[in-house]
Nanobody, 124 residues
Framework: QVRLVESGGGSVQAGGSLRLSCAAS?????MGWFRQAPGKEREGVAF????????SYADSVKGRFAVSRDTAKNTLYLQMNSLKPEDSAIYYC????????????????????WGQGTQVTVSS
């Protein structure tokens, strides 16, 4: 069992930046971020696989968001720049000991461990 705890959410004006953190109680090769806005389905945002497995991003955040991981601290980060109002959502950290391809594909049904979520609000 892996416990995930997110932090770093908040309110920011459009064009601003936030950095989310996710502290994990255990290690899994695959970690990532999802988000869910009111009335919308949960969508994958960014994913990373350890050991040089690389990262993947949703098209809507490419060039603006960056996912990284500090394995020594067992912490996942999401740096969010040039934020837009449409980025407003609850952001969830997720993890799973799944294979590389499944991880990078970023489907919520493939992730077994979830954080409680952190709210991000971007005002125009």
């Amino acid at each position: 069992q892996v416990r995930l705890v997110e932090s770093g959410g908040g309110s920011v004006q459009a064009g601003g930046s936030l950095r989310l953190s996710c502290a994990a109680s255990g290690y899994t090769d695959c970690m990532g971020w999802f988000r869910q806005a009111p009335g919308k389905e949960r969508e994958g945002v960014a994913f990373t696989y350890s050991g040089g497995g690389g990262t993947s991003y949703a098209d809507s955040v490419k060039g603006r968001f960056a996912v990284s991981r500090d394995t020594a601290k067992n912490t996942l980060y999401l740096q969010m720049n040039s934020l837009k109002p449409e980025d407003s959502a609850i952001y969830y950290c997720a993890a799973d000991p799944t294979a590389w391809y499944t991880c990078i594909s970023g489907s919520s049904s493939d992730f077994g461990y979830w954080g409680q979520g952190t709210q991000v609000t971007v005002s125009s």
